[in-house]
């Protein structure tokens, strides 16, 4: 742990306590005693008021009334909050307004040529999504569905929601245990648990009117739904090994329930595991022409007929290992 972290930590530390001693510290931090003493020295300088108590039993306590002084970053841990800003954006996320004001502030807590570098890195980095002729950080371009903030106040207090949908100028409105709520193909989507038809949804935020708490005495104790879930899921039929290549395409796009686990700690290598529904010509071609999209580097461990089929006539020949 570098000094300035252990120091920060230490001082959130000694201010949660009433009475500490050095002994303590060196204990909870596995540190030396005279690293403990020059750290305590160090965050004294920093304006923390600590009263040393003499004695067989002596220590130290933090003098009533006081907080602790104002948090500073390292250039690093600046870098690393900025860079994240910088990839988030034009992603249609919440709170972008929110996310600006943070921005500023965080500009008006470091110095100029912490500044400098920052502006630096605004140049000459970009992300997926940036717009290379206006890559500003605080650019108000990305503000998600007004809906999107509503659900997610809603989620935080209470999973168990009546959503009322729009399509095609047809309302209805559904009870659902909220699963996800998740960012695919450019638009939100709410993934849940129909509590009347015992099912999983998904529905697009774009097409969301209303939501609001469900009523506590029809709901079912989230164990079961997730029981009836577990039960309701599809046998594994296509298992692939995706290479780096293979691995970034599927980082631009895919769909929901197809996920990866990396099978090494650079991530570089990863399994697929999911299940098709081979009775559904539309999910079929979608399946099909994401697998082309992943590109040449997989290797089929386990795939359907059907798919495999689809894929020989499109391709002609295609590599089964």
């Known amino acids: 742990m570098k000094k300035v972290e252990r120091i920060n930590i230490i001082m959130r530390y000694i201010n949660n306590r009433a009475h500490f001693t050095i002994s303590e510290i060196m204990q909870e931090f596995n540190i030396s005693r005279s690293t403990a003493i020059r750290d305590i020295r160090e965050i004294e300088a920093l304006g923390m008021p600590l009263v040393a108590e003499v004695g067989r039993d002596g220590g130290y306590f933090v003098m009533n009334n006081s907080v602790l002084p104002t948090v500073r970053f390292t250039d690093n841990e600046i870098k690393a909050l900025f860079i994240a800003f910088m990839a988030t954006r034009n992603q249609q996320l919440p709170y ?3 996310r600006q004001s ?29 717009n290379p002729h206006n890559p500003d ?3 108000l371009s990305d503000l998600p569905h007004p809906m999107v903030e509503n659900l997610f106040q809603s989620l935080l207090l ?12 047809i309302t209805q409105s559904y009870p659902i245990f909220l699963l996800h709520l998740y960012h695919e193909k450019s638009q939100w989507l709410i993934e849940g648990f129909d509590l009347k038809e015992e099912k999983r949804r998904i529905f697009p935020v774009d097409n969301l009117i209303h939501v609001e708490p469900y009523p506590t005495k029809k709901r079912e104790n989230k164990k079961k739904i997730l029981e009836k879930l577990s039960k309701q899921e599809e046998a594994i039929n296509l298992i692939l090994e995706l290479g780096p290549k293979a691995i970034a395409q599927f980082r631009k796009y895919h769909p929901l329930k197809a996920s990866i686990s990396y099978t090494n700690p650079y991530q ?3 399994i697929l595991k999911t299940f098709i529904n081979v009775n559904s010509s539309e999910e079929l071609t ?5 697998l082309l999209f992943l590109g040449g580097d997989i290797k089929i461990r386990e795939m359907p007929e059907e798919v495999l089929k689809i894929l020989q006539e499109r391709f002609k020949i295609w590599r089964f290992e």
Do not use: H
């Not at 040529?113 to 920052?118: E, I, K, R």
């Not at 605004?122 to 992300?127: E, T």
């Not at 209470?158 to 100028?169: A, M, N, R």
């Open 286 to 290: 979608e399946i099909t022409s994401w």
């Open 158 to 169: 209470d999973s168990y929601l009546l959503v009322t949908i729009q399509e095609e100028k």
């Open 96 to 98: 972008l307004k929110s």
């Open 137 to 139: 950080l605080l650019d």
């Open 268 to 270: 570089t290598t990863a």
């Open 102 to 130: 943070l921005t500023e502030k965080l500009l008006g807590l470091i110095s100029e040529n912490q500044q400098d570098d920052l502006v630096l890195l605004n140049q000459i980095l970009l992300f997926e999504g940036t």
